[in-house]
């Protein structure tokens, strides 16, 4: 049993507060997950040369200013930092795979959470009312964010392990539910030169969607070849740049409910988690139907 929730944000004056909006919806689902949360947020894009590369540390006194200055010596460009505790946002035009690479030279501890032009991610283990607090959920701006409360039922307790995972660039997923065939299909993928962090069957699903799209499929394609591929019981939110995107299962056994208002889009797994939105009651409120995807842009 997990928690998931999503805001999609239609008014300016709604990204401006989205964290504070976010992080009720985060707090009502606490209670459905508390080995772990995360949170991915979407803001307008920065310069179209550069990436933001969000990094996690397991020691909350990492120096960061050093790890900043070091990648600018080695890449010859500027890099940006903007860090919290043991989560770091950089901003650089240098590649993120030479990025990469050099940071896993550098330190191996470090975690890359996200890539994109618009995505920020932090996760970390804990309850998610004291993830939030660390990271400053309330005051996060933005177009759209996904988040996640985590009770592990298949893989260890580890940041790593924890929603939201990534693919790609600016593409994320958040999963409640089991799948039943992650191993197949992970080796299967693997094949393909695909690579994986975890055993966590999220990052499965997350990787099989990101593979499909890398080879030309839309996301609307990609994820009704998975709902052929994929085995079990889910309700996958998944966020781009530009978009909010659910599907479940053909059981829909795992909750979901979703309000669209004039002002902003909102899932999550129960509706107490929406009841707190402004003006929910002239919202159309709705359970998601078994194997129909919804997206909503933004």
């Known amino acids: 049993m997990c928690g998931i929730v999503g805001l999609l944000a239609r008014k300016e004056d709604l990204r401006e507060r989205l964290g504070e909006w976010v992080l009720p919806m985060l707090a009502c689902m606490a209670d459905r997950g508390t080995d772990s949360a995360g949170l991915a947020v979407f803001s307008d894009g920065i310069d179209a040369q550069a990436r ?58 470090l975690r890359v959470l996200s890539v994109g032009r618009s995505i920020e ?24 964010a996904v988040a996640h409360t985590r009770m592990a039922t298949e893989s260890a307790v580890t940041p790593a392990h924890s929603h939201p995972y990534t693919a790609g660039e600016d593409f994320c997923l958040i999963h ?32 099989f969607l990101e593979w499909r799209m890398r080879e030309g499929a839309t996301l609307e394609a990609a994820l009704q070849e998975g709902l052929r591929m994929l085995d079990g019981f889910y309700t996958l939110l998944m966020a781009t740049r530009d978009r909010l995107v659910l599907v479940r299962d053909a059981f829909a056994c795992k909750p979901a409910v979703v309000a669209e208002h004039p002002a902003y889009v909102a899932v999550a797994s129960e509706y107490r988690s929406l009841a707190h939105l402004p003006d929910v009651k002239s919202a159309k409120v709705f359970e998601p139907q078994p194997e129909e995807i919804y997206a909503w842009r933004v």
Do not use: M
């Open 176 to 207: 409640n539910g089991s799948l039943s065939n992650p191993h197949s299909l992970r080796r299967k993928l693997q094949k393909r030169g695909v690579r994986f962090e975890t055993d966590n069957d999220t990052e499965t699903a997350c990787r």
């Open 52 to 109: 933001r590369i969000s990094l996690y540390s397991p020691d909350r006194k990492y120096d960061w200013e050093a790890l900043a200055k070091a990648l600018r010596e080695a890449v010859r460009t500027d890099v940006a930092l903007r860090a919290v505790e043991n989560h770091a946002a950089l901003v650089t035009a240098a590649a993120p795979a030479a990025v990469a690479e050099w940071l896993e030279k550098r330190d191996p501890s």
């Open 121 to 144: 991610v932090y996760k970390d283990v804990g309850h998610p009312n004291e993830t939030a607090s660390r990271y400053g959920f309330a005051r996060l701006k933005g177009t759209h």
